[in-house]
């Protein structure tokens, strides 16, 4: 069992930076790929960035690459969003999501644990 609970998120605007944080409960996080996913009003979950066990492979949907980094502290328990160059497209709710493989990570019908969210709002 992984509990995920996010945090970091809050009020921007345009061009700003924010860091997400999701601490992890469990001592088999180590062995989860992370993911980190958003759903803006109105439509679907949608995926955002992935890494695997190590945190040696990363991969970014092409709206955020070069924007967003994906990092983990498996030390800590930690993931870690780092999000730049922010627009008002960056507006949703951003979820911490575990799947038990890395080429799972990406897709929402195969993740194992998800948390509860925490809100970005980027304004113009």
């Known amino acids: 069992q992984v509990q995920l609970v996010e945090s970091g998120g809050g009020s921007m605007q345009a061009g700003g930076s924010l860091r997400l944080s999701c601490a992890a409960s469990g001592r088999t996080f180590s062995t989860y790929a992370m993911g980190w996913f958003r759903q803006a009003p109105g439509k679907e979950r949608e995926f955002v960035a992935a890494?695997?066990?190590?945190?040696?492979?990363?991969y970014y949907t092409d709206s955020v690459k070069g924007r967003f980094t994906i990092s983990r502290d498996n030390a800590k328990n930690t993931v870690i969003l780092q999000m730049s160059s922010l627009k008002p497209e960056d507006t949703a709710v951003y979820y911490c999501?575990?799947?038990?493989?890395?080429?799972?990570?990406?897709?929402?019908?195969?993740?194992?644990?998800w948390g509860k969210g925490t809100l970005v709002t980027v304004s113009s």
């Open positions: 999501a575990a799947a038990r493989y890395y080429s799972a990570v990406r897709g929402i019908n195969d993740i194992a644990y």
């Open positions: 890494i695997n066990w190590t945190g040696s492979s990363t």
